[in-house]
């Protein structure tokens, strides 16, 4: 009897540690999902919106930060560099 208490305990044991691994990683939500292809397809969709909007926004501000700096440089009246980038500017601006 005294075996089969402590074959117990170790099952139990291994048994709490595999749930805490299973829930930790979202293996069973993973899993779960995979059966659902709508659900799937849902979230796969409104992921991909979600990148394509963040990437467009963020480049936007980062083209926006390149042309302030690019104009203050200008203002600089740096005489090879200043030119190119007054053209540059420029383009931009006209379109």
């Known amino acids: 009897m005294f075996k089969k208490g402590r074959l117990e305990k170790r099952l139990l044991r291994n048994l709490e540690k595999l749930n805490f691994i299973l829930t930790k990683n979202n293996i069973l939500e993973i899993a779960e999902l995979l059966g659902n292809k709508k659900e799937?397809?849902?979230r796969n969709?409104?992921?991909g919106i979600s990148k394509g909007i963040g990437i467009g926004?963020?480049?936007t501000i980062l083209t926006a930060i390149l042309l302030m700096v690019l104009q203050k440089i200008v203002t600089l009246?740096?005489?090879v560099i200043g030119d190119y980038i007054a053209?540059?500017?420029e383009i931009v601006?006209?379109?």
């Open 57 to 59: 926004i963020g480049f």
């Open 40 to 42: 799937l397809i849902i």
């Open 45 to 47: 969709l409104i992921t």
């Open 87 to 89: 053209d540059i500017v």
């Open 93 to 95: 601006n006209s379109k």
């Open 77 to 79: 009246n740096i005489p």
